[in-house]
């Protein structure tokens, strides 16, 4: 088993840019989620999927659209990048009424916005 | 709002020298509290999940404690490759969305 696999691990954007931060997890699990951390300020949600069909904004969604591609992926979009985008996201997935509802996180992606 | 808050924001130890790490949470009906542990660069790693008080789990070096109010993670006899940023999350009963602390960043020194 991989867990959560993130692509890419590093990534330059010019303000205005776009890009897709993949995710996938081959856990089985029904829920996953997308973070951002930046220094002094902890893991933040962006956005998470309940469940496949199902997306619901987190507590930092502005500049941000996700999609749920199926049980095992769930991307992240940056429409038109911005500086303050510069982050480390992290994906996470969890099996939702399963015996632990743990997290289990990806690898992350380095993201500087210039 | 459910709130979770650790301490001591930093702590350097001497290799060998015990001690603990704390959770403190503010959730409605706790359905779990987990630790990870996160090295620089990489995602969080997962160690322990407790689901009520008075609970206890060990790994190697590493016991957490489980309370009404707040965990502990306990260190002992820590190594240099306990260094590390620890992690604490708190699940409300009813909820998909945990609630994180920022975190404890430990520094083991030979």
């Known amino acids: 088993n991989a867990g959560v696999t993130q692509t890419p691990k590093f990534q330059v954007l010019k303000t205005g840019q776009s890009m897709t931060l993949q995710c996938a997890q081959d856990?089985?699990?029904?829920?996953m989620y997308w973070y951002r951390q930046d220094p002094g300020m902890g893991l933040r949600l962006i956005y998470y999927s309940a469940s496949e069909g199902t997306t619901d904004k987190g507590e930092v969604p502005n500049g941000y659209n996700v999609s749920r591609l199926n049980k095992r992926e769930f991307s992240l979009r940056l429409e038109s990048a911005a500086p303050s985008q510069t982050s480390v996201y992290f994906c996470?997935?969890?099996?939702?009424?399963?015996?632990?509802?743990?997290?289990?996180f990806g690898p992350g992606t380095r993201l500087t916005v210039l | 709002e459910d709130q979770v808050t650790q301490s001591p924001e930093a702590l350097r130890l001497q290799e060998g020298e015990s001690s603990s790490l704390n959770c403190s949470y503010t959730v409605s009906g706790l359905r779990g509290l987990f630790w990870y542990r996160q090295d620089p660069g990489k995602g969080p790693e997962f160690l322990f999940t407790?689901?009520?008080a008075g609970e206890e789990k060990e790994k190697e070096r590493l016991k957490a404690t489980l309370t009404k109010k707040e965990s502990f993670l306990h260190i002992t006899a820590p190594k240099p490759e306990d260094s590390a940023t620890y992690l604490c999350?708190?699940?409300?009963?009813?909820?998909?969305?945990?609630?994180f602390g920022r975190g404890t960043s430990l520094i083991v020194h030979p």
């Open positions: 999350a708190a699940l409300a009963g009813g909820s998909y969305i945990p609630t």
């Open positions: 856990m089985n699990h029904n829920s």
């Open positions: 407790l689901y009520s």
């Open positions: 996470a997935s969890t099996l939702v009424g399963g015996r632990t509802d743990t997290q289990y």
